[in-house]
């Protein structure tokens, strides 16, 4: 039998408390942070984001390509795919639909920073 790996996620007390290192030191970082604990993707699905791939309006990203050996490629499936970035992942909360904090929503206005600064 394989062996498999014990996954210890973060809770949202220590991705609350990362994301408030991350803000301090640079609130860019921590936009991009928050981008990806709140949408869930992988990695490389990251890195591979481009500013078409962002709706502000709706807070989804289209999921369409990946960062893998110096090079952007399909997503690890071949499948492209909506995700929001407003998953309250981080916050203590008892109703759970994107955008349902306030700190959740933050990421759409991080964004809407950024994208000003780089137009």
Request: charged share 25%; aromatic share 6%; glycine share 8%.
């Amino acid at each position: 039998m394989p062996h498999m790996e014990q996954v210890d996620p973060f809770v949202g007390r220590e991705l609350r408390a990362i994301l408030a290192a991350a803000d301090r030191l640079e609130p860019d970082f921590a936009t991009l942070l928050r981008l990806w604990i709140q949408s869930g993707m992988r990695a490389g699905e990251i890195a591979g984001l481009q500013w078409q791939d962002i709706d502000l309006a709706t807070g989804l990203v289209k999921v369409r390509r990946t960062w893998s050996r110096q090079r952007l490629g399909p997503t690890k499936t071949g499948i492209e795919r909506d995700v929001s970035v407003l998953h309250p992942i981080a916050d203590d909360t008892q109703e759970w639909r994107p955008g349902a904090t306030e700190a959740a929503r933050s990421a759409i206005s991080g964004l809407r920073r950024l994208s000003r600064a780089f137009s």
